[in-house]
């Protein structure tokens, strides 16, 4: 049974960081692109960040630009989202996901084959 499991989440006031993680039981790992989502209260699932299953640029959507960086250990068969700068407008639930040998780009489009159950992420003002 395929797993992805995040955590990280939590209270931050506005201006701190914080690091989610997603351990997932897909396998082969290597052949997943991985990706974040979240969804705030009231608003459909955004795409956040994304990262390829092969070498390759990771994309991310322009308002997380330069504060979110999406980074992946094949060895831990894990998926970090390093989120610095953290403003009251990054409050959602945030959600792993994983497309099989999909790219960063159609990760986006939410061209998804397996969903985390989210973590809570509230940035106070």
């Known amino acids: 049974q395929v797993q992805l499991v995040e955590s990280g989440g939590g209270l931050v006031q506005a201006g701190g960081s914080l690091r989610l993680s997603c351990v997932a039981s897909i396998r082969p790992f290597t052949n997943y692109a991985l990706g974040w989502f979240r969804q705030a209260p009231g608003k459909e699932r955004e795409f956040v960040a994304a990262?390829?299953?092969?070498?390759?640029?990771?994309y991310y959507v322009d308002s997380v630009k330069g504060r979110f960086t999406i980074s992946r250990d094949n060895a831990k068969n894990t998926v970090y989202l390093e989120m610095n700068t953290l403003k009251p407008e990054d409050t959602a639930v945030y959600y792993c996901?994983?497309?099989?040998?999909?790219?960063?780009?159609?990760?986006?489009?939410?061209?998804?084959?397996?969903w985390g159950q989210g973590t809570q992420v509230i940035v106070s003002s």
């Open positions: 996901a994983a497309a099989f040998r999909t790219t960063a780009q159609a990760m986006a489009l939410m061209r998804i084959n397996y």
């Open positions: 990262i390829p299953w092969t070498g390759g640029s990771s």
